[in-house]
Nanobody, 121 residues
Framework: QVQLVESGGGLVQAGGSLRLSCAAS????????MAWYRQAPGEQRELVAL???????NYVDSVKGRFTISRDNAKNTVYLQMNSLKPEDTAVYYC???????????????WGKGTLVTVSS
């Protein structure tokens, strides 16, 4: 019913930039919080950044000042601008969205399949 599709991952040198996008489609009445998570090999998935429906943002300390999360509500899309990338940012990046399918249903979490970001030193 709902799909989240990430794009924008790839290979970049340390100090470079990438912009990730995640578009939600399907049966959508409204979207609450949207977020980016990442999972490095052998590590647990961690929250990187989130943005509320009203535009309030929050970041994990390790990316503050380097990453910026934003959203386009008209396009049901969330972005993650990543600057000054470091090798330790290498991970699969996933987006998550809290979505209501109808006005009478509560919100559910939906996840994308992930996009790989590799930062070389």
């Amino acid at each position: 019913q709902v799909q989240l599709v990430e794009s924008g991952g790839g290979l970049v040198q340390a100090g470079g930039s990438l912009r990730l996008s995640c578009a939600a489609s399907g049966r959508i009445f409204s979207i609450n919080t949207m977020a980016w998570y990442r999972q490095a090999p052998g590590e647990q998935r961690e929250l990187v950044a989130l943005i509320s429906s009203g535009g309030i943002t929050n970041y994990v300390d390790s990316v503050k000042g380097r990453f910026t999360i934003s959203r386009d509500n008209a396009k049901n899309t969330v972005y993650l601008q990543m600057n000054s990338l470091k090798p330790e940012d290498t991970a699969v990046y996933y987006c998550k969205a809290e979505i209501r399918n109808t006005w009478y249903n509560g919100a559910m979490d939906y996840w994308g399949k992930g996009t790989l970001v590799t930062v070389s030193s």
